[in-house]
Each structure stands twice: as structure tokens, then as C-alpha cells.
């Protein structure tokens, strides 16, 4: 059995077999990040959480990810985490970090929990994406012993692909990058 097919995912999931790897190798780096800082067994258990269904509806239909984000205007990539947020709050997650972490994974946020960090940089620097892989490893490498600075690094390396790639910069990015410099 892989370690995508082990991968535990809410029923209401709408995944592909790729996502899932993609799952799965997020949540392997969360939980070895958590586990080289000695992380107290709540924050360990949040961020393999966060990791496990940060894109548990990624492959989900836009207007089912409008109807659960209850966004109207937001663009359609960037509805799956508000989305997965609402599900798993309707289902009675409480954990804010959690929730939190899932809704702005893919811009990032400002005022963020640690969990929420963590996530944005597995997924980013998870090591099945093929990009800038050098650069990225070293980032990931870095994580447990110096976090912040890591996390700086990536959230710069995120702003500057997104220019390269002709992308817009959402607004809460700006905030995340104004709020780390």
C-alpha cells in the first residue's frame, strides 16, 4: 500500500489519484517538520489535520465549491480551501488553526497561527513538484530549525512565481508579504 492509498480523507472528499499523492506527501513533510521540532502532541495531530484536507475538494465541481464557500466573486482555483474550511466546520471541527490554515492555504494569510504557516509551506515545497526543486528543498530543509526565516523565504519565492507566471497577486498575499519583510 502506498502512502497515497493510506491517506485518510473525509467521505465527502473529491479527490483524484494524483491529488491524493499530492495529500499524502504534504501531510509525510507536516508530519516530519512537527516531528524534528518536538512539537506537543495537539500541534503535531493540527498540522497532520490541516495537511489531510487542505485539498480534500480540489477536484470538486466550481459550483459546489461556491455553494460551500459561499464566495461569489472569489476565482474558481482558489475556492477549494474555503470550501473544505466550511465543510469541516458544518461537521463540527472547531480547531480555528485548523480551519484557518485550510481556508487560506493557496494565497496565505497575515495573521496566521503557526499550523497555517506549516501548511502553506508543505504544500508549496512539497517534494512531487517538479519546479525550481533545488531552491525548494533547501527551503524545506530549513523549516525545522529556523521557521520564520523559512517561511519568509517561501512566502518570497511564491510572490515571485506568481509575477513570472503573468499571475495576479491576491490581496491577502500582499498582506502575508507586507506582514513578514
Same mark, same amino acid.
Given at each position: 500500500?502506498?502512502?497515497?492509498?493510506?491517506?485518510?480523507?473525509?467521505?465527502?472528499?473529491?479527490?483524484? $489519484?494524483?491529488?491524493?499523492?499530492? %495529500?499524502?506527501?504534504?501531510? #509525510?513533510?507536516?508530519?516530519?517538520? #512537527?516531528?524534528?521540532?518536538?512539537?506537543? &502532541?495537539?500541534?503535531? /495531530?493540527?498540522?497532520?489535520? #490541516?495537511?489531510?484536507?487542505? $485539498?480534500?475538494?480540489?477536484? &470538486?465541481?466550481?459550483?459546489?465549491?461556491?455553494?460551500?464557500?459561499?464566495?461569489?466573486?472569489? +476565482?474558481?482555483?482558489?475556492?477549494?480551501? +474555503?470550501?473544505?474550511?466550511?465543510?469541516?466546520?458544518?461537521?463540527?471541527?472547531?480547531? &480555528? $488553526?485548523?480551519?484557518?490554515? %485550510?481556508?487560506?492555504?493557496?494565497?496565505? =494569510?497575515? %495573521?496566521? #497561527?503557526?499550523?497555517?504557516?506549516?501548511?502553506?509551506?508543505?504544500? !508549496?515545497?512539497? +517534494?512531487?513538484?517538479? !519546479?525550481?526543486? /533545488? =531552491?525548494? &528543498?533547501?527551503?524545506?530543509?530549513?523549516?525545522?530549525?529556523?521557521? $520564520?526565516?523559512? !517561511?519568509?523565504?517561501?512566502?518570497?519565492?511564491?510572490?515571485?512565481?506568481?509575477?513570472?507566471?503573468?499571475?495576479?497577486?491576491?490581496?491577502?498575499?500582499? =498582506?502575508?508579504?507586507?506582514?513578514?519583510?
Amino acid at each position: 500500500m502506498s502512502a497515497a492509498d493510506s491517506i485518510e480523507l473525509p467521505p465527502w472528499a473529491v479527490v483524484s $489519484d494524483k491529488r491524493r499523492a499530492h %495529500i499524502a506527501r504534504v501531510t #509525510a513533510l507536516l508530519t516530519a517538520w #512537527a516531528e524534528a521540532m518536538g512539537l506537543a &502532541a495537539a500541534e503535531r /495531530e493540527a498540522w497532520r489535520d #490541516a495537511g489531510r484536507w487542505h $485539498d480534500a475538494l480540489r477536484d &470538486a465541481t466550481e459550483p459546489e465549491l461556491r455553494a460551500l464557500a459561499g464566495e461569489s466573486d472569489m +476565482p474558481a482555483p482558489l475556492l477549494h480551501g +474555503p470550501a473544505a474550511a466550511s465543510r469541516l466546520a458544518r461537521e463540527g471541527e472547531a480547531r &480555528a $488553526d485548523v480551519l484557518d490554515a %485550510i481556508r487560506w492555504h493557496t494565497t496565505g =494569510r497575515a %495573521i496566521w #497561527a503557526r499550523t497555517g504557516r506549516a501548511l502553506y509551506m508543505a504544500d !508549496f515545497l512539497e +517534494p512531487g513538484r517538479r !519546479f525550481d526543486a /533545488e =531552491r525548494r &528543498a533547501e527551503l524545506a530543509a530549513r523549516v525545522p530549525r529556523e521557521f $520564520d526565516a523559512a !517561511f519568509r523565504g517561501v512566502v518570497q519565492h511564491r510572490i515571485e512565481w506568481t509575477m513570472r507566471e503573468g499571475r495576479a497577486l491576491h490581496e491577502e498575499t500582499a =498582506r502575508l508579504w507586507n506582514a513578514v519583510r
